[in-house]
C-alpha cells in the first residue's frame, strides 16, 4: 500500500507563498493497493494524481461539499483511461450519488455534462463496491458526524490498514466505537480543521481540532495519525510550529505531494 497525499487543505485551496510548503490543494489522498488505485475524495489535488493504466480507479467520496468534489472534472487522464473508473459514496445510494454530480457537473455549473465523457465509468452503491473487491481487500465505513453527513472509509489489504475520517466534528461519544474503526490502522488521516483556541466559535461547522487528534492518537491503538483538511489560512510557519510541538512522534502535518510507502 502506498499513500500519496495531493491535497491537504478544507472548504478552499490557498495560493500564497505561505502556504506553499505545506500546499494549497483541497483534499485528495491517493491509496495504492495492487487490487485497486483508491482516491478518497476529488478536491482540487485530484488533479494532479497519475491515474492508473494497470488497475480499476476507485474514488470514494466521503461526501459532497465541494471542496471534496471541486476536482473531478479537471484531471485530464480522466477521460482517457482504459481502466474501469468506479465512483462510489457510501452516504448515499448510487442513484443520489450520480445525481448530485449531475448537477455539480453540468447545467448551469459546469461546460460539459461531466459523467457522460469518462468511459468505463461505474457508479455504485457501496455494498456493491465492497462485493467487486472482497476477494483482494476490505473496506468499511462508518457515519461521521457532519453537516449533511460524512462517512469515514478503511482500506485493509493483506499488509495494511488506512482509515479516512474526513470530515468529521469529534465528538467524546464517539470515542469507543471511533477507536474500533481504526483499531491497528497503520495510517488514519484527521480533520485538522481548527485549533483548540477555534473550535468554540466553530461549533456545528463539522470539524475537529488538531489537539484533539493528539489526544485520540494517544487513546487509540491506531499506529500513526496525519493531520491534514488544514484551515485555508493556516500559513506554513503556523503548521511547521504545530509539527514541533507534536511530543509523540507517530503524528504529523501532512503536507502536498507526500508520498507514504512504509505500508
Ligand atoms: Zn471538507
Ligand atoms: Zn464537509
Known amino acids: 500500500m502506498r499513500v500519496i497525499f495531493h491535497g491537504v487543505r478544507g ?29 478518497i475524495d476529488a478536491g482540487s489535488g485530484f488533479q494532479n494524481v497519475a491515474l492508473a493504466d494497470d488497475r480499476p480507479i476507485v474514488i470514494l467520496l466521503s461526501h459532497f461539499h465541494h471542496d471534496h468534489i471541486q476536482g473531478l472534472g479537471f484531471n485530464p487522464s480522466l477521460f482517457s483511461k482504459r481502466a474501469e473508473i468506479f465512483i462510489c459514496s457510501a452516504l448515499c445510494s448510487e ?102 483556541d477555534e473550535l468554540p466559535q466553530y461549533r456545528g461547522w463539522g470539524h475537529s481540532s488538531i489537539e484533539q487528534g493528539e489526544s485520540f492518537l494517544e487513546r487509540s491503538n491506531c499506529k500513526r495519525l496525519a493531520i491534514t483538511h488544514h484551515a485555508p489560512y493556516r500559513t506554513d510557519i503556523q503548521l511547521d510550529v504545530m509539527q514541533q510541538n507534536f511530543k509523540d512522534p507517530s503524528i504529523f502535518i501532512a503536507r502536498e505531494k507526500q508520498v507514504e510507502t512504509s505500508y
Open 11 to 39: 472548504s478552499i485551496s490557498a495560493s500564497g507563498v505561505e502556504f506553499s510548503d505545506y500546499g494549497g490543494h483541497t483534499t485528495c489522498t491517493e491509496i495504492m493497493t495492487d487490487a485497486a488505485q483508491f482516491i
Open 95 to 196: 442513484e443520489s450519488t450520480q445525481s448530485y454530480l449531475q448537477q455539480y457537473y453540468g447545467g448551469k455549473y459546469f461546460p460539459i455534462e461531466l459523467l457522460s465523457e469518462i468511459s468505463k465509468l461505474r457508479i455504485v452503491s457501496f455494498r456493491e463496491l465492497k462485493s467487486i473487491f472482497a476477494r483482494d481487500l476490505a473496506i468499511e465505513s462508518y457515519g461521521l458526524n457532519h453537516p449533511g453527513g460524512s462517512a469515514a472509509y478503511s482500506i485493509t489489504t493483506s499488509t495494511a490498514k488506512l482509515c479516512s475520517l474526513l470530515d468529521n466534528e469529534y465528538r467524546e461519544d464517539q470515542f469507543q466505537s471511533l477507536s474500533a474503526f481504526v483499531n491497528e490502522a497503520n495510517l488514519t488521516i484527521w480533520d485538522g480543521m481548527f485549533t483548540a
